[in-house]
């Protein structure tokens, strides 16, 4: 949802400002801008409607010069992408530049107010209004930018990372944020401000992570300060993030989602390293052990995500119950935070979020802490405002995923939640030791089972011609895999806008059957498990309907293949590991697909990474 980037230093700003922005791209790519203030304190913006590319052609003939700036990639909100929408944004005199992610909710009023006073506004965007705000407080109270912002942010309702600069100040940038990420890097005589860590990590690790509204003043050849919005001075820690370079790159590959896929069997292995210990038959996760008389007297689980994490925690829901005997629930994080929801105690919350920064899975954990619950974060991103406010958690540790179809990010919530649930199962005593070690030993030939089935890549590749210009899929799966069926058809719609619906194989009969005909290619999940011989039955009725039927299904299958129009084989395992393999086909052809219908398959249109806005 928009991705920020400010710099002060010693540098030309213009460069260090557009990589920012090719890397942070992924958060939004409708429109993009940016703001430089040269030496002598003259302030520019420059802004195109489209991608990163199309602002760097229309840069080309500009004057960049400058070693301030701020720059922004956004997804549009209030007002359609357009040059005049795209941040920067000036204030009423020009004398000030903001970038924003976030909403300001109240914008409506404030613009009304600004309006009377004479203001006049460009856009159709919230985030005019608050520089317009920042100058009238400013101008009206006759103070400096700093205490304008804070007075101005007082009267913001929503959500905001902003960073702001002001003409004739050619050493100062301000930033603040509330519910929207904001990390400022600390070089060596140079600052940076940024959504996230990527664009900042080529020029240093060492960065603070800010916290709901505080301010940064960022000023050249001096350390940051930080204040909140009410003027407390603060001292945060510098963090010294281990994010390497090249993974923020394509290596090779020419996409970043194909790339995610084929990294599982390494990021499954990351995941799992110093957690799970076959030889000694143990699986150790810290935040469960140091909580864990929480977790073995919990009465029940809420599981609480959004899209494909809250794939994850569907999947996770059968885990714990299989594993632990604790009843579980999952829900929509947006739709939990507004329900008056009951939250006890004793309950146990899971937050699942890839970027951490999911708004409604936030406010949903709000929500939970209130009423006293505990709650566990199961997150990627290091850092992020999920793990900073959730009482424990893990980390997926697969290393940032940049397509915006999450893959990579999935399979490890999933291998997670696995651990998790074998870990609570041991303190709990409700699985024997036998099968317990049979699980964990699975377990760790998940990474390889994986690497073979993407040996299968050229085989789902030629499918996926057979089947780019179908306009419909239905996705079917039962038991374990019918969160598999769900993600399967998020991930085609997703990067190939082709409609798709995921479903529990036994509920066709209740109504979606009247779909099947000649024309509906139906992506069948029939790996030999405790469900096979019902999926069997499931797919003859979608046979006997001239369905069309792409399985998924075991190494060792006979039936299906006689069966099935098209099948696609994984190694056999555990029920309940089979996720973390049937997804891996299903991601492959989602992407040919979307491929072939030369979508961009790493930037899907109307979509972000990090949804940061409820
Ligand atoms: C789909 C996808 C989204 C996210 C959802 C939640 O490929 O990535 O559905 O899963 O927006 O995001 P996180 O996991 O960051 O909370």
């Known amino acids: 949802m928009c991705g920020i980037i400010g710099y002060v230093g010693g540098r030309e700003a213009y460069p260090i400002l557009v990589k920012g922005l090719h890397r942070l791209e992924y958060r939004g790519y409708d429109s993009a801008g940016v703001a430089l203030c040269n030496s002598i304190g003259e302030l520019n913006i420059y802004k195109a409607k489209g991608r990163v590319s199309d602002l760097e052609d229309f840069c080309k003939s500009k004057d960049t010069v400058g070693t301030m700036g701020i720059a922004h990639t956004r997804w549009a909100t209030h007002g359609e992408p357009s040059n005049v929408n795209a941040h920067p944004h000036y204030s009423e005199s020009e004398n000030l530049a903001l970038i924003h992610n976030g909403i300001i909710e109240n914008y409506a009023v404030l613009k009304e107010q600004l309006l009377q006073k004479g203001y006049h506004f460009q856009s159709s965007t919230d985030t005019e209004v608050l520089v317009q705000l920042i100058e009238y407080v400013k101008e009206l109270n006759h103070v400096d930018l700093c205490t304008a912002i804070q007075l101005a942010l007082g009267q913001v309702v929503g959500a905001y990372a902003i960073a702001v600069i002001e003409k004739g100040n050619p050493d100062m940038m301000i930033a603040a944020r509330k519910s929207s990420p904001l990390v400022l890097g600390i070089g060596r005589d140079e600052f940076f401000i940024a959504s996230d860590a990527s664009p900042i990590i080529e020029y240093t690790n060492r960065v603070i992570f800010l916290e709901d509204e505080e301010i940064a003043i960022v000023r050249r050849h001096e350390q940051p300060k930080i204040v909140t919005i009410g003027n407390v001075e603060k001292t945060r820690e510098i963090i010294q993030l281990e994010m390497s370079l090249g993974q923020l790159e394509k290596g090779g590959y020419p996409h970043f989602m194909l790339k995610e896929i084929f990294e599982q069997p390494r990021t499954l292995r990351d995941c799992m390293r ?280 075991s190494e060792n299958d006979t039936v299906v293949k006689g069966i099935a129009d098209y099948v696609i084989e994984v190694p056999v395992t555990e029920d309940c590991f089979d996720p973390l393999l049937t997804t891996i086909p299903l991601q492959l052809l989602s992407y040919h697909i979307a491929v072939n219908k030369r979508r961009d398959v790493d930037m899907p249109r109307n979509l972000a990474k990090s949804v940061t806005v409820e």
């Open 274 to 553: 110093g957690r799970v210990n076959v030889e000694c038959n143990n699986v150790v996760l810290s935040g469960i052990i140091d909580n864990k008389e929480r977790f073995v007297n919990a009465k029940r689980i809420i599981i609480l995500a959004c899209g494909t994490s809250w794939h994850a925690g569907l999947i996770g829901e059968y885990l714990f119950e299989e594993f632990c005997r604790i009843p579980v629930e999952v829900e929509y994080s947006s739709e939990f935070r507004y329900r008056n929801p009951l939250i006890y105690p004793d309950d146990v919350v899971i937050a699942v979020s890839q970027s951490g920064e999911t708004a409604d899975t936030l406010a949903a954990i709000e929500l939970a802490k209130e009423s006293g619950a505990f709650v566990y974060g199961i997150c990627n991103v290091v850092g992020a405002s999920i793990p900073r406010n959730t009482h424990s958690g893990s980390y997926t540790h697969v290393g940032p995923e940049i397509g915006v179809a999450s893959t990579k990010a999935f399979t490890a919530q999933l291998l997670v939640l696995s651990m998790m649930a074998l870990c609570i199962a041991r303190e709990k005593k409700t699985l024997d030791e036998k099968r317990f070690l049979k699980l964990l030993i699975e377990l760790d030939a998940i990474p390889a089972k994986i690497e073979s089935i993407l040996g299968n890549n050229d085989l789902i590749q030629n499918l996926s011609n057979t089947f780019t210009y179908a306009h419909n899929f239905i996705y079917l799966g039962r038991g374990y895999n019918y969160p598999v069926a769900l993600e399967g058809a998020l991930k085609l719609k997703e990067i190939s806008y082709i409609h798709a619906e995921g479903y529990p194989a036994a509920e066709m009969k209740h109504g979606p059957i009247a779909l099947i005909d000649s024309e509906m290619p139906v992506v069948a999940i029939a790996t030999d498990n405790g469900m096979y011989e019902k999926v069997i039955s499931n797919i003859q009725e979608i046979k006997a309907r001239n369905g069309r039927v792409i399985a998924v299904v």
